[in-house]
């Protein structure tokens, strides 16, 4: 069986940027336990997987598809990136002659679209409520050590902890922070994070980022991503209360980088805009 599958470096659009994912386009099922096999051979922080719900859907024609992520460890309920990539893939490669793809996912219904050179994702938007300090300190402390944090909250839906740092930081700090990912594992007592975002407060007079964050789930065997489309629906929801912003320009300050178009919607999700390049294209054998 040969299954096409495709390198896609998402939020960017020069090669070598950006978070790379590997999408596979499924003609037909897969056994269940070849995706998480597939997706720890590829040791990506995602590996996507495009299915046909029905038969004499086409790659090409239909608008339908259902997604699903793995990391090289487990199955994840929402990957952004991965979403991005996949409808690269069939928008550019396979020539999709739809304006919009739905993805069916364990996310619920999740649409992309093409707005002249980006790819725009319609995502949950998730609330992060004031988190007591106490109970996260140690693994805070884990990953900032005695910076001084502004602010924390906790968002239950996603499992992901946000950290403000002092808006005393430049992004420079925070690219210049050394973190040890790994740590967080034994400092983490609660149970109940599987991901860690730090954020800054961005210039955005003029045409600066209006944020600035890192993202780390060593829970789910990826030590830092590169740019998470998930964590800005977290980030969204946050800095838009914070600037009393709808509009906003994200940037992930991981070693690749990334940047991120936010809208707050009207109907209580947002939409997330990236470009993409596709690096590899091939057959699993």
Do not use: C, H, I, M
């Given at each position: 069986m040969q299954i096409p599958i495709f390198t896609v470096d998402a939020f960017t659009n020069r090669?070598?940027?950006?978070?790379?994912?590997a999408v596979c386009l499924l003609e037909n099922d897969l056994d269940e336990d070849l995706h998480q096999k597939i997706a720890t051979e590829m040791n990506l922080s995602e590996t996507a997987f495009i299915r046909k719900l029905k038969p004499g859907d086409d790659f090409t024609k239909s608008s339908c598809f259902g997604l699903r992520w793995f990391t090289p460890a487990n199955e994840v309920p929402l990957c952004g990136h991965a979403t991005l990539a996949s409808a690269a893939v069939l928008f550019h490669v396979q020539k999709n002659t739809n304006s919009v793809l739905t993805f069916v996912t364990l996310s619920g219904e999740l649409k992309a679209r093409q707005?002249?050179?980006h790819i725009v994702l319609d995502l949950p938007l998730y609330t992060a409520y004031p988190q007591e300090l106490k109970e996260v300190e140690e693994l805070i402390k884990a990953a900032v050590g005695d910076m001084v944090?502004?602010?924390?909250?906790?968002?239950?839906?996603?499992?992901?902890l946000l950290v403000r740092l002092s808006d005393t930081y430049e992004r420079s700090v925070l690219e210049d922070l050394k973190v040890s990912a790994q740590r967080f594992l034994s400092a983490e007592k609660t149970g109940k994070v599987k991901g860690l975002i730090l954020t800054v407060k961005g210039n955005s007079s003029g045409k600066g980022h209006d944020f600035y964050?890192?993202?780390?789930?060593?829970?789910?065997?990826?030590?830092?991503?590169?740019?998470t489309g998930s964590a800005h629906a977290v980030l969204s929801s946050y800095w838009s209360e914070q600037l009393g912003k709808k509009e906003m320009l994200a940037f992930q300050c991981s070693r690749r980088g990334g940047e991120l178009k936010v809208s707050m919607r009207t109907d209580g999700?947002?939409?997330i805009a990236g470009q993409t390049a596709v690096v590899l294209k091939g057959n699993l054998t």
């Open positions: 090669p070598f940027s950006g978070n790379p994912a707005v002249k050179d944090v502004q602010d924390v909250r906790y968002s239950p839906d996603t499992k992901k964050s890192r993202y780390f789930a060593p829970w789910y065997g990826v030590l830092e991503d590169p740019v999700r947002v939409d």
